[in-house]
């Protein structure tokens, strides 16, 4: 193998593990606020994709209707639960989260669709939607079992992510989309061709990280969602409504999944059920990071870009079975490194 | 007056068995009450249900509104607060933000004068500020737990063992933080096992036993009754003394 081979692959490999590290930052976070395995985060890529790709040919993507369905069931409950204790506020509050946010979005999106919008409405659009879904998929889903074992809620994910995978097939047919890339621009270093796509992913990648630390590091409810990981009990002392921190990890989620594949969805092809696979790279690097640590994560889910590039280069057809197997030494060491760990109590 | 916090005809049942059987108590504005007892006889429980942690049978009212449909978070937004046994700290995170925390439920502005508040009561807090949680000593968690709780401005604060495993002198500065928050107009729910240092300060006492009250009345008076001396105190009167 020569060095631009190596380099070709090492540049391909690092802008996969980009996106399979946002992908597993999405999961730690996730996992670290409400103990759900989220495996439907391959559905919010292909759903931010595939919505982002109908909105740049001028059609209406279904996942805006969808949004609104899902929330109406999801102030059927609200109301429901606050059915002892109906106030106001509170009925307002789910009229606006509930109602109008879905609404708004959807009408906001039949009035501005078309073949002429700009690509940074329909990308802004398509994150919209996909928020949107990930809010409700919690509030539906999950908030009414966050209490339960860490298996219910993993298959509750299970099961999520097969209806919105179904869903996926009604709403963008089985033929794969490919959206426009965000610029044409491509720069040229030595035998390195850089793509203004890649560039927008490394870019985006580092920014969200950035944000994320941020986020978590020093504004109010970012720490309160660190408390509610670290101590669910003493964020309720506190006050901090687990099930709020729940639905902000969803969103926060849903947006970062519907970014990732608003970013690839320019450089391969999506189908209605590519989601699924991507996602599950990006839990093979959570795994890694022992679904704790963000900073080990994005340096495996890098790891885990790299060694799928190589590996297609070298045995394309063996390609995910390498990546897969990574995981297999790392849970042997972790089992061999951490004590044992008693089964939650709660 | 209504009492600030009354409980009354409460059961509270671990499925079939009942660790708290017709418990009733109240604790007025700007008082220090104390309930004192044995390992195991439901003094922990009974708090974490007037918390909302547990689920309990009978009436619970806080500053005149029955608390029955109030989850844990409410009940913290009106003014009650837990600082519980295990302290539920935030370990991975450093003392500052554990306070800041402790405010969640307060406008910004509120939890500055909380934070010199918590800090002059707890210098060591303040020594601290940027060291984990979780490597704090006992004594200094224990503060951490009460100085958390405080941020919020709470009506009525119940504490739980707060001297479980501490240094006797650790203990001492803690009690004397507790007197000293009476004049601060917060009123205090404890529960201790160390009841000689509980009724030196307190001004009402109750005596809980295998889920139920039987003794009940002024601090002075529960601390001279012969059966609390020898069951809790340790030491047999020599007759009757006055307080």
Redesign the interface.
Known sequence: MNTTIMLFLLQDGITNGAIYALLGLALVLVFAVTRVILIPQGEFVTYGALSYAMLATGQVPGTAKLAVAMGLVAFGLDLFVARKSLHARLVARAVAVDIVFPLAVCLLTYALAGPKTPIAVNIALALLIVAAIGLFLYRIAFQPIAHTSVLVLLIASVGCHLALQGLGLVFFGAEGLRGPALSNVALTAGSLRFTGQSLAVYGLTIAFIVALWLFFGYSLTGKALRATAVNRLGARLVGIRTTLSGQIAFLLASLIGAISGILIVPITTLYYDTGFLIGLKGFIAAIIGGLVSYPLTAVAAILVGTVEAFSSFYASNFKEVIVFTLILPVLVLRSLAAPEVEEEKD | MSALLSVSDVHIAYGKVEAIRGVSLEVNENEIVTIIGANGAGKTTLLNAV?G?LPLKGRTDFAGQDMA?LD??DR??AGL??V?EHR??????NVE?NL???A??IPKATAANSFERVYSLFPRLKERRKQLAGTLSGGEQQMLAMG??L??APKLLMLDEPSLGLAPIIVADIFRTIGELRAAGVSVLLVEQNAQAALRIADRAYVMELGEFVLSGAAGDIANNQRVAASYLGFQHEGESAV
């Open positions: 918390m942690i449909a844990i978070e913290v937004a607060c837990l519980p539920e700290l935030f370990a991975t995170m933000d800041q925390l402790g969640f439920r958390r709780a941020m919020g």
